[in-house]
């Protein structure tokens, strides 16, 4: 039954990009948009990025999702490594959680942070979260940063909801809803929400949210 469903640009940009191939979302007469912004508007915006992904005769290629509008975006290494993604979404800082190393396109070792973590329940990321936060909000006002991992599913969202809890004041429980919109299939490892829930108790000097529930 057709109908209609109100969201904002980021939420259907996140739509778009977080499927590993074309959905029905892309099937003809399926999605209809409607956008009352100016021309000029719509064509800077990033639904338009999500757009020519899709319709690209090249293989299906996902943009990273975006956490705070033109700000902050999360990704995977490839995504990091692809030079036309950088251009589009004007990513100009890097915060690198995987373990492999890289150049992506930065001319200046400022932009970019290397915390080499692997992704296991015994790694220690909790005593980066500091400096991780520290560094986006040096760099977050005046140019976007993608926070990537080697997927892009455990260790980058991980840093995202540290970087959420610290300095935009959500508690775990707040931020974990919210990166989960943004990217469904999102998945700290037990060891890192275990060490997310240490660093809210830092920042709010109690243990807000109850990690013990199935959904962590």
């Known amino acids: 039954m ?25 099937e003809p007469n399926y999605l209809c948009l409607l956008d009352a912004r100016t021309k000029r508007e719509y064509n800077e915006s990033h639904l338009m990025t999500a757009i020519r992904v899709k319709t690209e005769l090249e293989a299906f290629k996902p943009y990273p999702v975006e956490i705070l509008p033109a700000k902050l975006y999360m990704g995977n290494y490839a995504q990091a490594c692809d030079s036309q993604i950088q251009k589009d979404l004007k990513i100009k800082a890097h915060i690198n959680v995987s373990e492999e190393a890289g150049t992506f396109f930065l001319n200046d070792s400022k932009q970019l942070l290397h915390i080499p973590v692997p992704d296991s329940p015994e790694a220690k990321i909790f005593p980066h979260f500091s400096d991780i936060c520290h560094f986006i909000d040096n760099h977050i006002h005046k140019e976007a940063v993608l926070v990537f991992s080697t997927l892009g599913i455990s260790r980058s ?25 943004c990217k469904s299939n999102m998945r700290p490892n037990r060891g890192f929400v275990q060490q997310l829930s240490e660093w809210e108790e830092r920042i ?12 962590y």
Request: glycine share 2%; with cysteine; net charge positive.
């Open 2 to 26: 057709a109908g209609v469903s109100l969201c904002e640009p980021t939420e259907l940009y996140n739509l778009l990009n977080q499927c590993t191939k074309i959905s029905r979302l892309a």
């Open 157 to 181: 969202s991980t840093v995202v909801m540290a970087y959420l809890i610290h300095s935009c004041r959500l508690y775990l429980k707040n931020a974990w809803t919210y990166v989960l919109k």
């Open 204 to 215: 709010y000097l109690t243990a807000i949210t109850d990690i013990s529930e199935p959904n």
